[in-house]
């Protein structure tokens, strides 16, 4: 027989091990479930046409789902709330609700509160540990990471397999001439999120594993989930949600773009999010943040940037033009069983062919001005 929901949040505390953070959230999305259903239940009895014929049928159907596929979704917050104050970091915090739920609002602009978009409180928490891993990687000015500039071994550190395989793959400095003449964004942006203890996405290579692109990771979230579980989709959530989990330490964000047409696609890793404009299907049309990102002439760390969708207008130090914008939220990545197969890269390795890295070499697509920068 199933536990009532305070019986479930009473166990889950109770817990041991190192289920218990997962066991207090499933708890909590559970208790705001039933509550949701009791508040559906209070607004379905204000409709007089719905207590009779298919709608008195389908009330129990509907109120029952719908509440489950709001908590899920993160819901009116209780389930964070409630998690937070039994010890638990909440999985939903800043995630806000579903996009398809949110869509339902139409098109809006929502914008961090001028205190929050003031703040210049330290971080503390993941964001700290971002922060820290991206002021390593803009020592000596960040030209390394320009599209004319060449990677090392060390930039890209090294990438384990998983303990079963009991061999290291490796992310590859193509042909040892560190990628000179490619758009390094993505490159920028997982190694970035790897030095910080986060989890990264990594595809086949010709010598070993590699990172996927931006436009690969932006087709990959553009149903509202990716495939790997490397990170949860947060598009929909308002910069005030995101900006109070960062806060905490609790959570940071990726940005990921898809080119329009042939152009390459975009990454960067947000400190803020300032304002986001959202379309009535859900979508992102325009982001402003802070952050962290590899442009054409190195990588920086960048205040007030501006991401447009394609077709809509920017100003000539924005990244325009792209096809579809997503938000993601990074997970943590799990302790490293294998500690040792850890080191750093040798300086050559084997060739790997240009569909193969994601990456948009100098003049192999057409130009678009504006819409076709980093």
Not at 146 to 152: E, R, V
């Amino acid at each position: 027989m199933a536990l009532n929901p305070m019986a479930q949040l009473q166990a889950a505390v109770h817990a041991h091990g190192k289920d218990k953070n997962a066991q207090i959230n499933a708890a909590a999305r559970q208790f705001e479930s039933v509550l949701l259903t009791q508040l559906l239940s209070v607004m379905w009895k204000t409709s007089p046409e719905l207590q009779h014929g298919q709608g008195a049928m389908y009330q129990q159907m509907f109120q029952g789902a719908f509440a489950d596929h709001l908590a899920e979704g993160g819901g009116i917050g209780l389930a964070s709330v409630i998690a937070k104050g039994l010890g638990a970091t909440a999985e939903t915090t800043g995630a806000g609700i579903t996009r398809h739920i949110e869509a339902a609002l139409g098109p809006r602009v929502m914008t961090l509160p001028p205190d929050a978009a003031q703040s210049s409180e330290p971080p503390v928490g993941i964001l700290a540990d971002v922060s820290a891993a991206a002021s390593g990687m803009l020592q000596g000015g960040g030209t390394q990471w320009a599209k004319d500039g060449s990677l090392s071994a060390q930039d890209l550190g090294a990438v384990n397999a998983t303990a079963s395989a009991g061999v290291r793959a490796r992310e590859t400095v193509m042909n040892a001439h560190g990628y000179q003449g490619y758009y390094k964004c993505n490159l920028f942006a997982f190694e970035l999120a790897r030095r910080a203890g986060l989890e990264v996405p990594l595809a086949p290579r010709g010598t070993g594993l590699g990172f996927p692109s931006s436009n690969r990771v932006t087709e990959d979230a553009s149903d509202g989930k990716l495939d790997s579980g490397w990170a949860k989709v947060a598009t929909g959530a308002s910069p005030a949600a995101m900006q109070d989990a960062l806060r905490a330490g609790e959570a940071v964000f990726m940005l990921v773009g898809q080119g329009h047409g042939e152009a390459h696609g975009h990454m960067a890793m947000m400190e803020r999010p300032r304002s986001i404009a959202y379309d009535s299907d859900g979508s992102v049309r325009s982001i402003e943040f802070d952050g962290w990102e590899a442009q054409p002439d190195g990588a920086k760390h960048l205040t007030a940037r501006t991401w447009n969708r394609y077709g809509n207008p920017g100003g000539p130090h924005d990244r325009n033009g792209l096809e579809r914008i997503e938000i993601i939220r990074l997970n943590r990545k799990a302790a490293d069983p294998n500690p040792a197969l850890a080191s750093d890269l040798p300086s050559q390795v084997g060739p790997l062919s240009q569909p193969e890295l994601g990456l948009s070499k100098q003049g192999q697509h057409p130009t678009q001005g504006a819409e076709d920068r980093s």
